[in-house]
C-alpha cells in the first residue's frame, strides 16, 4: 500500500487567512530589519543596533513558532510539494543564527555562540533533509573534557606543534573555504539580476522560487563557514574559562599613603626651593576650625576678651598721639606768630650787611 502524503499546500491551507498573513508579515519586517543591521555603519554594541536585532529575534522566533504550530514542514515531503511562498520560511533559522552573533555581552559570550550554533546547525540539517544543496554536515560539538588529573599535570605554556595530518586538514579546509567563497560570489551574481523583479512584485511564480532557492544555497554556504568558526572561538572561551578558574587570584597589597608633591623645573630648583612653595599644610581646615573654636575666637562665638582689651590699649594709645600731636602744632602756630611780627618791625634784608661796599 503506498504511503499517503500530506502536502504542504493542504496543511497551509488548513489555517486561516488571518494566520497567514501574520506569519507572512513577522517573517517580512523581520527579514529587513536583518538587512538594516547587517548593512549599518552603526556600532554593533550601539543601543539602537542592539533593539533592532532583539526585536528581528522576537519577529523570527514567533515565525518559526507558528510554522512549527501548522506543521509548515514536514519531513515525508519532497522540495518540489513545498509552495513558492513557504519556501521563504526555511530561512528563518539561517537568520536567527546570523542575529544571535551580533548580540554583545563578553560574560554570555559562549552561551551566544552556542545558540547561535544550534540555529546554523538546524537550518543545515533542514536543507539537507530536504536536498536543496551538497555538503556535509558538520560534526556534533565534542564538549568532552580531560581528567582532572590531567589538567593539572598539564604545563599551561604548552603549546602542541601541527602533526602531518592537521596541517594536511587545514589546507583541505582553506581550500573548501575558498570554494565555498567562489560558489557564494556566483550565486549572488543570479541573486542581482532577479531582486528586483521579485521585490518590484512583477515576478511569476518560477522566478520567486529560484530567488528563494538562491537565498538558501547562498546561506547554507554562509552557515557552514560560520559553524566553523563558532567551533574556532568555543574551543578559545572554554580554554580562557579554564584559565581564569585555574589562576590563581593575587592579593592586592595595601599601599602607604601618597604625600603631597609638587614638579618642579629641574633638580636644582627642587633642591633650593623644595616643593615649591614657602610652606605645606601643617593641619587640615576641621583642626583650625577646632583649635579657633576651642579659643572662642570664631565669628559666631562674640567678640573674645583679649581682643576687647588689646582695642582699649590701641585706644588710649591714638588718644595720646593725638594729644602730641595737638602740642606740636600750637608750637607751631605761636612760632608762626611770633615770625610775623618780627617782620612787621624789620624790613626785608635788615642786618645782612656783607658786601656792601
Known amino acids: 500500500m503506498a504511503e499517503c502524503k500530506t502536502t504542504n499546500r493542504d496543511k497551509y491551507d488548513s489555517h486561516s487567512d488571518a494566520e497567514a498573513l501574520k506569519l507572512a508579515d513577522l517573517f517580512d519586517r523581520g527579514w529587513k530589519i536583518f538587512d538594516e543591521v547587517d548593512t549599518t555603519n552603526d556600532p554593533l554594541s550601539s543601543n539602537s543596533v542592539q533593539v ?43 537568520f ?28 543545515l540539517k533542514r536543507c539537507k533533509d530536504y536536498n536543496i544543496a551538497h555538503f556535509t554536515l558538520p560534526e556534533p560539538v565534542n564538549d568532552s573534557t580531560l581528567p582532572d588529573e590531567e589538567i593539572d599535570n598539564a604545563p599551561s605554556t604548552y603549546t602542541p606543534l601541527p602533526s602531518t595530518s592537521n596541517l594536511v586538514a587545514m589546507a583541505t579546509q582553506r581550500q573548501t573555504k575558498i570554494e565555498r567563497y567562489s560558489q557564494r560570489k556566483m550565486l549572488e551574481a543570479r541573486l542581482s539580476d532577479v531582486r528586483t523583479s521579485v521585490e518590484s512584485g512583477q515576478a511569476d511564480d518560477e522566478t520567486s522560487r529560484d530567488f528563494y532557492l538562491l537565498n538558501i544555497r547562498k546561506w547554507v554556504l554562509l552557515c557552514l563557514d560560520e559553524v566553523q568558526s563558532i567551533d574556532q572561538e568555543m574551543e578559545i572561551l572554554k580554554s580562557m574559562d579554564q584559565m581564569q578558574l ?11 599613603p601618597m604625600k603631597p608633591f609638587i614638579l618642579t623645573k629641574d633638580a636644582m630648583q627642587a633642591q633650593v626651593f623644595g616643593a615649591g612653595y614657602p610652606s605645606l599644610a601643617t593641619m587640615t581646615v576641621d583642626d583650625w576650625y577646632d583649635q579657633h ?13 583679649r581682643v576687647a582689651v588689646e582695642e ?32 612787621d618791625d624789620h624790613r626785608r634784608g635788615y642786618g645782612n650787611r656783607q658786601n656792601m661796599g
Open 96 to 123: 536567527l543564527g546570523a542575529l544571535t552573533m551580533k548580540l554583545t555581552g563578553r560574560d554570555k559570550r559562549l552561551e551566544i555562540v552556542q545558540t547561535a550554533r544550534a540555529y546554523f546547525m538546524d537550518f
Open 52 to 94: 533592532k536585532v532583539k526585536r528581528a529575534i522576537n519577529m523570527l522566533e514567533e515565525t518559526s513558532r507558528m510554522a512549527s504550530q501548522v506543521d509548515l514542514f514536514s519531513p515525508n515531503e519532497e522540495l518540489e510539494e513545498i509552495a513558492t511562498a513557504d519556501i521563504k520560511y526555511l530561512l528563518s533559522p539561517a
Open 246 to 256: 585555574s589562576a590563581p587570584q593575587p592579593a592586592r597589597p595595601s599601599r602607604p
Open 293 to 305: 573654636k576651642k579659643h572662642g575666637v570664631l565669628p559666631d562665638q562674640g567678640v573674645p576678651r
Open 312 to 343: 582699649g590699649t590701641y585706644g588710649k594709645e591714638c588718644e595720646e598721639e593725638g594729644k602730641e600731636k595737638q602740642s606740636e602744632n600750637d608750637e607751631c602756630l605761636m612760632k608762626s606768630r611770633k615770625w610775623d611780627d618780627w617782620k
